[in-house]
């Protein structure tokens, strides 16, 4: 008799792997096929040339939830986050900016720039904290439904209602004013040095193709400082080994727990019978059966990839196809034989163990943002950089170092088409080290090797669609209850026992494994697996 499986994991993405683990914690027989060489999707660590191993798409650790942590007792299975020291936003004038996990450091160092903005900075840093606490219970728990009127989904309404109830008049308006505003605007009413502004503002923009200025940034902002490390908000930290340890860590979990895994295992389409999702046809034929098929990749792919329309209801296909996706970033990793010394602040020190804005001003950010909007990647992108090696040497050779650029913007839909991506590759990393380089002198001499990765690159090699780094934008239209799609957003799908678990669902984006953990608890809280 052919073996069945409980349940099939499609993809190896860490929200993958979460849900594998814990399903087999609680004795079901899983399956986890990834069609890459490596595990852990975008949240991957490869040694691209010899003895450099890059974070080759995700780079820095913040949103990963802490009772994930807990529960698959991922510390006991090699996950070691090591805390940014710093934010550093280097500058052609001065010395720069940076921001110091000690709060004296920072207040002279934004002093230098502003009076009136060191002082407001600490008290703009616990009005933050309390939104971040604010929105925690709605990231760690599945999606509100508001159209529902079960009593248990009307009491979690009337739960959340209590919660946001309990807010000061103050914070409730500063709630209000957070999933409206711009990221730009929003600091506006806070601060008035234009460069401190342009380096909070831009984690408003991370992942999405809108500006500083657009509408509802300022939420992306805010769901950047739910980072957490040892209960502390606004933390974040370099994976011991790259991104890539802490998808090893819980694939180690996963399979300490009972999980398969199996990598080069791509799969051609979920197997439809009677509208019920009964297993999975991998590319070489093979067919592999299971109760429940739980697909780890984006909506897009799932449902008008590997599930085809001629299963969906006609309005849900049409939602699907509605889900904005809208890549804007790209990423370019350096391999080098020394340390990168900037002209303002040269030689080493501790704002090299952390991470580096290039993002001098909003007019600096709202041109490279224009030049997207236009159909092009920008000639001077925001560029957010890390030298992870400064701090896990066994990243790179002795002496030598990783640099980690992400860039904004990199539009997928360039003016003449994403499919002529391959050939701009190379201008658009060099924009990149041209960039780079004129705040870092010899950095160009330094170069030993680079990885360019256009969101093309990220599409065709990791199955980001449209390069999408977190399955979707996150726009307002497109979070909690309406991720991906309205009356779908509770791990359910139109298919019978097919479930999803990827970021396309909600929380959302970011190494933050809740999507996986969320959709594990539903299927098992349901019995469904």
């Not at 727990?257 to 791509?266: K, N």
Request: proline share 6%; hydrophobic share 40%; with cysteine.
């Amino acid at each position: 008799m052919a073996q069945r499986w409980d349940a099939i994991i499609v993809g190896g993405g860490h929200n993958g792997l979460v849900c594998a683990a814990y399903l087999a914690k609680a004795g079901r027989k899983v399956l986890v096929l990834e069609r890459r060489h490596v595990l852990g999707g975008a949240a991957v660590s490869e040694e691209v040339f010899p003895g450099f191993t890059f974070s080759v798409c995700s780079y820095v650790v913040s949103l990963l939830r802490p009772w994930i942590i807990r529960d698959l007792d991922l510390a006991r299975f090699g996950l070691e986050i090591i805390p940014l020291e710093c934010a550093f936003l280097p500058l052609h004038e001065g010395r720069g900016l940076a921001r110091w996990d000690d709060a004296e450091r920072t207040r002279r160092e934004i002093a230098a720039f502003s009076q009136k903005d060191a002082e407001v900075a600490p008290v703009f840093g616990k009005a933050m904290a309390q939104m971040a606490r604010v929105v925690k219970p709605l990231i760690d728990a599945p999606a509100p439904k508001p159209d529902s009127l079960r009593p248990r989904d009307l009491a979690d309404l009337a739960r959340l209602g209590a919660h946001v109830g309990s807010l000061s008049a103050e914070h409730r308006h500063l709630l209000t004013k957070m999933m409206t505003m711009s990221a730009a605007d929003f600091l506006d009413e806070w601060f008035e040095c234009d460069a401190l502004k342009a380096v909070m503002s831009v984690s408003g923009i991370i992942g999405t193709f809108q500006g500083v200025r657009s509408p509802g940034t300022a939420y992306v902002l805010l769901h950047h400082y739910m980072g957490e490390i040892d209960g502390a908000f606004r933390s974040w930290g370099f994976s011991k080994g790259g991104t890539g340890g802490v998808s090893n860590a819980i694939a180690a979990a996963a399979r300490h727990f009972g999980a398969e895994i199996r990598t080069e295992a791509p799969i051609e389409r979920v197997l439809v019978s009677g509208g019920r999702a009964t297993g999975v046809v991998l590319r070489d034929g093979t067919e592999l059966s299971a109760k429940t098929v739980v697909s780890g990749v984006d909506p897009r792919l799932t449902f008008l990839g590997l599930v085809g329309e001629q299963h969906l209801p006609d309005d849900f296909v049409t939602a699907i196809g509605r889900y904005k996706f809208r890549g804007s970033s790209g990423k370019v990793n350096l391999a080098v034989d020394r340390l990168p010394s900037f002209a303002c602040r040269p030689g080493p020190g501790g704002h090299l163990r952390g991470d580096i804005a290039i993002s001098p001003s909003i007019a600096y950010l709202e041109k490279a943002y224009d030049e997207a909007r236009a159909g092009r990647f920008s000639s001077r992108p925001y560029l957010n950089v890390v030298v992870p090696s400064v701090v896990d040497p066994s990243v790179a050779p002795p002496g030598q170092h990783v640099i980690s650029c992400f860039v904004q913007y990199a539009p997928y839909h360039l003016a003449t088409g994403p499919e002529s991506w391959p050939e701009h590759r190379e201008a658009f990393g060099d924009a990149v080290v041209d960039t780079l380089a004129e705040y870092v002198p010899g950095l160009k001499e330094s170069i030993l090797h680079r990885q360019v990765l256009t969101p093309w690159d990220l599409e065709q090699e990791f199955g980001l669609t449209e390069g999408n780094i977190f399955h979707g934008e996150l726009s307002l239209e497109q979070l909690a209850f309406q991720r991906p799609a309205p009356g779908w957003a509770h791990y359910r799908t139109p298919v019978k026992d097919l479930w999803m678990c990827g970021s396309g669902t909600h929380p959302g984006g970011g190494i933050m494994g809740a999507s996986g953990a969320l959709a594990a608890r539903a299927m098992l809280k349901g019995r469904h697996v």
